[in-house]
């Protein structure tokens, strides 16, 4: 059964640096999202990305933080000088069909947890 | 504004019982949908079980089903013949009509007890 992939499982950095978060997104999908999930809180929506640009984006996906598509598998995450307030676990999920689509099951990668130091 | 309640943050349930978790969602939109995902301690979201606004049945997915109850904008999960690998966070989740992003409740942390 296919499955949305991420790499590393786990990443520790000290702060100041970048960090990428690469996914591999289900392949006939054409939606892809981020998300985080700091220890012991809910999951929060970070961006959504379509058509190779942001479609959607919250208020915590701000100048520091950057999507990309780079090739045509993989989906990356790439926060540019970590803060301490950015460990937590970073979820990548896809989506075969947006809103038109029906129920529109957004599939999530295992995460990659990120612990700054 | 969309806003997913749940109101148990923890529940103990006897093995081979029925349990249900509770979810109560705020949104203006006709047109949404409804999740819910299983977080093993090992980290991953698993997608559950999902409800359309506008499914006039109950989802339901072998052991899992949606208490879907439109007017009082509740959606509760039902997990029938509890098991022990049932032990998880739960969370309720919804996307509205208008965008492709799902909200997420506070979680439900499930302990099933031999």
């Known amino acids: 059964e296919p499955e949305v992939t991420q790499t590393p499982s786990h990443q520790v950095t000290q702060m100041g640096q970048e960090v990428i978060l690469r996914c591999v997104p289900i392949?006939?999908?054409?939606?892809f999202y981020w998300y985080r999930q700091i220890l012991g809180q809910k999951v929060e929506f970070l961006v959504s990305?379509?058509?190779?640009?942001?479609?959607?984006k919250s208020e915590i996906f701000d100048d520091q933080f950057s999507v990309e598509r780079p090739d045509g598998s993989n989906f990356t995450l790439k926060i540019r000088s970590t803060k301490l307030e950015d460990s937590a676990m970073y979820f990548c999920?896809?989506?075969?069909?947006?809103?038109?689509?029906?129920?529109?099951?957004?599939?999530f990668g295992p995460g990659t947890r990120l612990t700054v130091l | 504004a969309q806003k997913i309640t749940q109101t148990q943050p923890g529940m103990f349930v006897q093995e081979k019982e029925a349990v249900t978790l509770d979810c109560t969602y705020d949104?203006?939109?006709?047109?949404?949908?409804l999740f819910w995902y299983k977080q093993p301690s090992s980290g991953e979201m698993i997608f559950l079980i999902y409800?359309?606004?506008?499914?006039?049945q109950n989802a339901t997915e072998g052991r899992y089903s949606l208490n879907f109850q439109k007017a009082r904008k509740s959606a509760n999960l039902v997990i029938s013949a509890s098991q022990l690998g049932d032990s998880a966070m739960y969370f309720c989740?919804?996307?509205?009509?208008?965008?492709?992003?799902?909200?997420f409740g506070k979680g439900t942390r499930l302990h099933i007890l031999p």
């Open positions: 999920a896809s989506s075969e069909l947006g809103l038109a689509g029906g129920d529109n099951e957004q599939f």
């Open positions: 392949s006939n999908h054409l939606y």
């Open positions: 990305f379509y058509n190779n640009e942001i479609s959607e």
């Open positions: 949104t203006s939109d006709q047109s949404y949908g």
């Open positions: 409800q359309g606004s506008y499914d006039e």
């Open positions: 989740a919804m996307r509205d009509g208008r965008d492709d992003k799902i909200i």
